[in-house]
Structure formats: structure tokens, C-alpha cells
């Protein structure tokens, strides 16, 4: 059984196109994350959900969207693409602040 | 904010030799440190984590790190590495409000 799943695993679309990422963990966790793993392997949260509520919003741009309908799932919406949303993206959840996150196989996004 | 600096970004063993992969964080508190692997095209998988008590913490895989307060180190080891140790090597710190920081990874290549 997977643990942390994402769909799409590849995506590739053109700017200006609006996509979105999906998430599932089905290991109880009450806490959710997206992460950004750019061009150079630099990993870097982007938000965090704790029992379907926003807890991190880091320096992203609002074209980005998370939505957590409920604990197990978390979703990333991605309006008008550019060619610098081009990278990895991983889904992570954690049980607790401070608890091991466990990673998503990470879905690579590219713009053309 | 914390922060971890890998200062290795490629590091080359031969098959059956020995491993260290450095890693330093910056945090004011008591760090929750992770070193996570990454395989070509995978996610992120744990190999240990220390939180607190034994400095010397085992993983998964063979690998074993050590916890240094003063030098602000949590140094990755393995005595004798396998080709399928050849993969991307992050060291994170997480603070209590569920942030992690990654370095920005070591590759390692194994030469047969």
C-alpha cells in the first residue's frame, strides 16, 4: 500500500494553462505539505495543512492554490503556468510539528 | 530560522569503501535532524532521524549518523557502500512548527 500517492507523476502543458497536482496519504496523518524541488534539487515548502487548515504559506506566488478537503488528501491548483513553475513537486505528511514527513513519489511539471 | 549546509555537492566511492556525507545545521534550540535519500526519479526516503538521547543514531540501508552539539553537525556514515548507494543525500532540520529545511544535497556516485 502506498503511502503517500500524487497524481499526475508527469505533466507536461503549456503556459498559461491551469493544472492541478493531487495528493493522498493513508497514514492517519492530521498534517500535509507541498513541497517545490526545482532545476538544482533545492527542496523548499511552499504550505502546510494541519486537520484541513492552512498552517505554512511561504513566498509563493498566489497563483498557487492548495485544497485540503479533508485530512487525506491535499491538492495543489496552478493558475496561468509559466515556464518557471517547471519542476518537481512533492507531497509530504507528518503526524505532529515536529514528526518524521513522509514523502510522495513527487510529480514532474513541465511547462513548454 | 534554521538553515543545513552540505558543503559536498558530488561525492565519488568506489564500491565497498566507506561513506560521510557532511552535513551542518543552524537553530537556536534543539534541532529535530533527517537525512533523507533520493533515488534517480524517486522521492524522498527516510534513512534516520535524531530527535533527542543516543547521539548515534542508526538507519535503514546500513547508514548510521552522528549528532555533534558542538560542531552543529549531524554527519551521515556508512562503513561499506553498494552500488544502489549511488542517489541524492539531503540532511534537513525541523523546528517545533512543523517547518523542515533541507541542504541542498550531496550526489554520490559509486564506481564499481
Known amino acids: 500500500d502506498t503511502a503517500v500517492s500524487q497524481t499526475p507523476k508527469y505533466l507536461v502543458t503549456q503556459m498559461g494553462n491551469d493544472k492541478s497536482i493531487k495528493c493522498e496519504q493513508n497514514?492517519?496523518?492530521?498534517?500535509m505539505y507541498w513541497y517545490k524541488q526545482d532545476s538544482k534539487k533545492f527542496l523548499k515548502i511552499m504550505f502546510s495543512?494541519?486537520?484541513?487548515?492552512?498552517?505554512i504559506n511561504e513566498t509563493v506566488p498566489n497563483r498557487f492554490s492548495p485544497k485540503s478537503p479533508d485530512k487525506a488528501h491535499l491538492n495543489l491548483h496552478i493558475n496561468s503556468l509559466e515556464l518557471g513553475d517547471s519542476a518537481v513537486y512533492f507531497c509530504?505528511?507528518?503526524?505532529?510539528?515536529?514528526?518524521?514527513?513522509?514523502f510522495g513519489p513527487g510529480t514532474r511539471l513541465t511547462v513548454l | 530560522a534554521q538553515s543545513v549546509t552540505q558543503p559536498d555537492i558530488h561525492i565519488t566511492v568506489s564500491e565497498g569503501a566507506s561513506l560521510e556525507l557532511r552535513c551542518n545545521y543552524s537553530?537556536?534550540?534543539?534541532?529535530?535532524l533527517f537525512w533523507y535519500v533520493q533515488s534517480p526519479g524517486q522521492g524522498l526516503q527516510l534513512l534516520l532521524k535524531?530527535?533527542?538521547?543516543?547521539?548515534l543514531v542508526q538507519g535503514i540501508k546500513g547508514f548510521e549518523a552522528e549528532f555533534k552539539r558542538s560542531q552543529s553537525s549531524f554527519n551521515l556514515r556508512k562503513p561499506s557502500v553498494h552500488w544502489s548507494d549511488a542517489a541524492e543525500y539531503f540532511c534537513?532540520?525541523?523546528?517545533?512548527?512543523?517547518?523542515?529545511?533541507f541542504g541542498a544535497g550531496t550526489t554520490v556516485t559509486v564506481r564499481a
Open positions: 537553530y537556536g534550540a534543539t534541532p529535530y
Open positions: 535524531y530527535f533527542s538521547g543516543d547521539t
Open positions: 509530504a505528511s507528518s503526524q505532529g510539528e515536529t514528526d518524521t514527513q513522509y
Open positions: 495543512y494541519n486537520n484541513k487548515e492552512l498552517i
Open positions: 497514514l492517519g496523518h492530521d498534517t
Open positions: 534537513a532540520v525541523g523546528d517545533n512548527d512543523y517547518k523542515l529545511s
